[in-house]
């Protein structure tokens, strides 16, 4: 049986979890979608905040602003939170740290 016999693979044969299922992805896909975009637009934010101290004379990184960031994403999502706030502080680094540094 392929997917296309019976329609996406929920992983379950029982019709009404598979609805379920199939509501709750749409809506997973909306937040994921939502998080790249947001995802995005703070690392632009970022980039664009490290720019403009470097011209202006500053420092690239202030590290006293990433440690209370790194707390906030401690506090509202746990332990994971500071790996998350790690990938997150990254993506706003650019070429030194970001996607685009494979
Ligand atoms: C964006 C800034 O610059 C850098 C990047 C940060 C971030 O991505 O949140 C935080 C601190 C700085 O190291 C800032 O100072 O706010």
Redo the contacts with the bound molecule.
Sequence with gaps: MTSADNGPDTGTSQPAASDRIQQLRRRIDEIDGQIIDLWQERAAA?RE??ATRIASGGTR???S??RE?MERYRQGLGPDGTQVALLV?RA?RGPLGGIDDA
């Design positions: 970022s905040v490290g990184l202030v590290l602003r990433e960031i502080l706003g």
